[in-house]
């Protein structure tokens, strides 16, 4: 996990948890879509509702490309959206 974290701080990604198997990183919007060839869609707060208590504010979830410099470990790449506040 120590290459995985190395290769992505080299990248610009800042890693701020792991799992078993996983890795979880925040990244600037600039630094996002100079690695990925476009902005990450920002998505507003929401307001609780009748049946939730609203979202935070965030990006919208989207599967992307991983980079070469990971490959050998990351199997997948993601942007989790905001959750839903139950």
């Known amino acids: 996990m120590a290459r995985v ?10 890693p ?10 925040r990244v600037s919007q600039e630094r996002f ?20 208590a609203g979202t935070p504010g965030g990006f919208a979830e989207a599967v992307l490309p991983v980079p070469a410099a990971l490959a050998e470990w990351v199997e997948s790449l993601s942007v989790t959206p ?3 506040r139950h």
């Open 33 to 52: 879509a100079e690695l990925f060839g476009e902005p990450a869609i920002a998505v507003s707060a929401r307001a609780p509702g009748r049946s939730d």
């Open 82 to 84: 905001p959750a839903t």
């Open 5 to 14: 974290q190395q290769a992505a701080s080299a990248l610009g990604l800042e």
């Open 16 to 25: 701020t948890a792991t799992g078993r198997a996983t890795i979880s990183c």
